[in-house]
């Protein structure tokens, strides 16, 4: 990849950056993570408690972005049709016409997500791993750009069901936004006292430039030590004592793309170690599934995917 290339797409990344964090205050990492993730194909989900912000991110990014953006509220009686669309019979023409859903967008806000049925939560599945829908027998491709941000409550909270383990796996990464610093949250105050300011945010990049980026950070190059590196990473999550379901092959392609995100991000035309050290947890931890007497122990999948990286040797 040219180092002008390279230039180019680092300075995307900071236009996009510098614009959300003119409304989300203190979440410098999350932004760089949620950037890489739509730099690379990936899908979010942001797992937070209520009121920290986790819909204002996502809507940020959308506003950030001359693409066209949709927004599904998820409650407990939303349906699969409310998602993908629903064929009408058309009385003066004889024949079904199929209204398309807001599945059909650029980027879409799944908010509340594991407030659906896991029925509804299921019609996303295809979608966010192919990029398609098959309604009525037939498949219907969705745009270019398909970026789905999903937030939901923790799965302890009234009224949730957890995702199921296919639906995780469709997530490039799982992140959480935790409370801000003292003065950044009376920065909010002051910042919010007349006016939110996400209602005066204005698109920095266009959709095509967002395109472009995606193929630049595909072109990132990688070293075959750190490809297999990647790879025992992720094996040893389905041979590690204490876990049950280990991490997929998707994990893997998650954890290179993302890495390479992150080194445009960073102006390098390669990725390093570094770059998949920093994403490891995020990119993992919400595939897996612990027994449970590693979840009455206290230990937690974030936990073992740290123990894991600090077990295996750096190529160097």
């Known amino acids: 990849m040219e180092a002008l290339s390279c230039q180019w797409g680092h300075e995307i990344f900071k236009r996009l950056a510098a614009n959300i964090e003119t ?11 949620i950037l890489a993730g739509l730099a690379s194909n990936g899908h979010i989900l942001l797992e937070d408690n209520p009121g920290t912000g986790k819909t204002t991110l996502a809507k940020a990014l959308a506003k950030s972005i001359d693409a066209d953006f949709k927004r599904i509220q998820f409650t407990p009686d939303l349906l699969p049709s409310d998602i993908l669309g629903v064929s009408i019979f058309d009385p003066s023409q004889k024949i079904f016409k199929f ?9 879409l806000l ?16 295809e979608s966010m791993a192919e990029g398609q829908v098959s309604i009525d027998g037939n498949i ?10 999903a937030t939901q409550n923790p799965i302890e909270s009234s009224g949730t069901y957890p995702l199921p383990e296919a639906q995780m796996d469709r997530f490039a990464m799982q992140l959480k936004l935790g409370y801000v610093e003292r003065e950044q949250e009376v920065a909010i105050l002051s910042e919010q006292q007349e006016n ?17 980026l995606r193929r630049m950070v595909s072109q990132v190059f990688i070293a075959e030590e750190l490809k297999r590196y990647m790879v025992d990473l992720v094996n040893m999550t389905r041979e590690k004592t204490g876990i049950s379901l280990g991490a997929s092959p998707r994990a893997t392609i998650a954890l290179m793309k993302t890495a390479q995100a992150l080194a445009v991000f960073d102006n390098q035309s390669f990725i390093t170690a ?8 995020v990119v993992i931890a919400h595939r897996l599934i612990l027994d449970p007497q590693s979840i009455f122990s206290g230990v937690t999948a974030g936990f073992v995917v740290e123990d894991i990286l600090k077990s295996i040797p750096v190529p160097v």
Do not use: M, W
């Open 99 to 107: 209204h398309k859903g807001p599945v059909f967008t650029n980027i």
């Open 140 to 149: 219907l491709k969705l745009e270019e750009l398909f970026f789905v941000i």
């Open 274 to 281: 570094d770059h998949i050290q920093e994403i490891a947890v």
């Open 23 to 33: 409304v989300i205050k203190g979440r410098k990492e999350c932004i760089r993570y």
């Open 196 to 212: 939110h300011p996400i209602h005066t945010l204005t698109p920095c990049v266009t959709l095509k430039e967002i395109l472009r």
């Open 110 to 125: 799944a908010d509340e997500i594991n407030r659906a049925s896991p029925r509804t939560q299921s019609a996303l599945l």
